[in-house]
């Protein structure tokens, strides 16, 4: 239902590529020398081999940068900047970190989602994203903050959560657990983000105003980055045509509906002496901000949040079911927890390697572009031009033997582990599921601790069952939702 801000850019990626275009991949020598690729002619490009593969995308991506001795390959397609896609842990050290200021979002990017997510910190390079993650890195690093996201957790785990599976238990009847999954993480953004309770969590109910608009926008932008030409968006938004007049309507309401809950928070702040909420929000309107610039933060914060750690989860409880030791081994350390407090559900770590071994084969952003500022040449000796979108495919990245070994399509968790039964340190290059170096998701703590509460509030009193045996379809245009939902049985655990 959701389309989250992180895989738009893809999406026009995959479409562009319907068009026109020819893979080369790389030696590792500076030459960066041809030796593998599809069929290709002229004009048509590999237009061919991508009919062929139009089923199997990411499948196909995944073999070609197998094949590929550096695991980049180079795409030319017609009427669009030369692409480097890479799933070269080095190159994506040296793309994030290493040379991260001449791999900007660029323009393509924050031109397609301008109207939607404005000034927002997900929309911006340079100073004005400087200025606003630091402030919100301090904000994130707060005790209060995170103290404020389990206490919201847990009254949206135990009034709603909770009571809903139960009464599916009860009844008996099919529920799917990617939909709740998903309601549930837009009910906790908000509450987090905006201070606010959607109640999209009771199913009774209809969709929220505001929770439609955000998947009408979403849905637009998604159009804008699937259009073969840009001019065609361009000129739809111009004239106020068709997608475009309609996400102009959906952004509108948007925004008046945050304006208004800033203008309601700024006067319960003023009405309490300056005294702030614990809410996101309210902490940005202390801090001498433009209230635009604040909306646009807080609806980044929104569009982050509200669908990766469902997507997350949906993949690990079906992972689960197919692996029953796995979670037998995450119930005993449930059972070995105190307290669902943040310190606690921190220190689980075999319910983490769980995570981090479901997001590996199954990352909720499949991949993610940057567009060079100048020439450069990348670690496998790729040269990059300027202008060139690079873009490094966090989906194929799990499935490289190189970075995972033979065993890399399996659903191991104990990869997570040393032998001393601690957390490995494993480099955020080979596993960039949160992005790496300064663009590192602020909130990755906190989604671990999301998803660690909700599988220890569902596990510890539920059994969850597929209705359907056979293998769900990965799905990543939609935050690598599940095609179909994740249909299931709950049924009461007998020790819960």
Not at 199 to 216: G, K, R
Not at 322 to 345: C, G, P, Q, V
Not at 399 to 417: P, V
Request: glycine share 6%.
């Amino acid at each position: 239902m959701f389309l989250p801000l992180f895989l738009f850019f893809s999406l026009g990626f995959l479409s562009f590529s319907f068009l026109s275009f020819s893979i080369k991949l790389h030696l590792k020598s500076r030459r960066s020398t041809p030796i593998y690729g599809p069929s290709s002619y002229p004009i048509l490009g590999c237009l061919i081999s991508f009919y062929k593969n139009r089923h199997r995308l990411l499948d196909w991506y995944t073999d070609l940068l197998s094949k590929s001795p550096t695991q980049t390959i180079l795409v030319h397609r017609f009427g669009a900047p030369r692409t480097i896609v890479t799933a070269n842990a080095d190159n994506v050290e040296h793309i994030l970190k290493t040379n991260f200021t001449n791999y900007p979002k660029g323009q393509p990017f924050t031109e397609i989602l301008g109207d939607f997510l404005g000034v927002g910190i997900f929309n911006v390079d340079g100073e004005m994203w400087n200025t606003q993650r630091k402030l919100a890195s301090h904000e994130f690093s707060t005790k209060s903050l995170r103290e404020f996201v389990v206490k919201k957790l847990e009254e949206e785990v135990e009034t709603r959560l909770i009571p809903l599976l139960e009464t599916a238990a009860v009844s008996g009847r099919v529920l799917d657990l990617q939909d709740v999954l998903r309601r549930f993480a837009f009910d906790t953004i908000c509450k987090v983000s905006l201070g606010i309770d959607l109640h999209f969590l009771d199913v009774s109910q209809p969709v929220p105003p505001l929770v439609e608009a955000f998947d009408n926008a979403s849905q637009a932008c998604a159009m804008r980055g699937m259009a073969p030409v840009y001019a065609v968006w361009k000129f739809k938004r111009t004239f106020k045509l068709g997608s475009e007049s309609k996400l102009k309507e959906n952004v509108t309401q948007i925004h008046d509906s945050i304006n208004e809950i800033i203008i309601n928070k700024k006067q319960n702040i003023h009405e309490n002496g300056g005294e702030k909420n614990s809410d996101l929000l309210s902490r940005l309107l202390m801090v001498d901000l433009d209230d635009d610039v604040v909306r646009d933060m807080v609806i980044s914060f929104l569009m982050a949040g509200r669908d990766t750690t469902s997507s997350a989860l949906t993949w690990l409880f079906w992972l689960l079911t197919k692996h029953r030791n796995a979670e037998t081994e995450i119930l005993d350390e449930i059972m070995s927890i105190k307290a669902m407090k943040y310190d606690e559900l921190k220190e689980m770590k075999y319910t983490h390697a769980c995570l981090c071994e479901s997001m590996r084969l199954y990352p909720p952003v499949a991949w993610d572009s940057k567009h060079a500022a100048k020439d450069d040449i990348l670690p496998d000796g790729t040269r990059v031009y300027k202008g060139n979108r690079v873009t490094y495919f966090q989906c194929g990245m799990g499935r490289m033997e190189e970075l995972w070994g033979k065993d890399r399509l399996e659903f191991e968790a104990e990869r997570w582990i040393d032998e001393n039964g601690e957390l490995k340190t494993v480099s955020p290059y080979k596993f960039p599921v949160f992005q790496a170096g300064p663009r590192v998701c602020l909130g990755k703590d906190m989604a671990f601790i999301q998803m660690k509460y909700v599988l220890a509030a569902v596990l510890k009193r539920f059994e969850v069952t597929p209705v359907n045996v056979d293998k769900p379809i990965f799905v990543p245009l939609l935050s690598a939702y599940m095609a179909g939902g994740f249909n299931v049985r709950i049924c009461n655990r007998a020790n819960g």
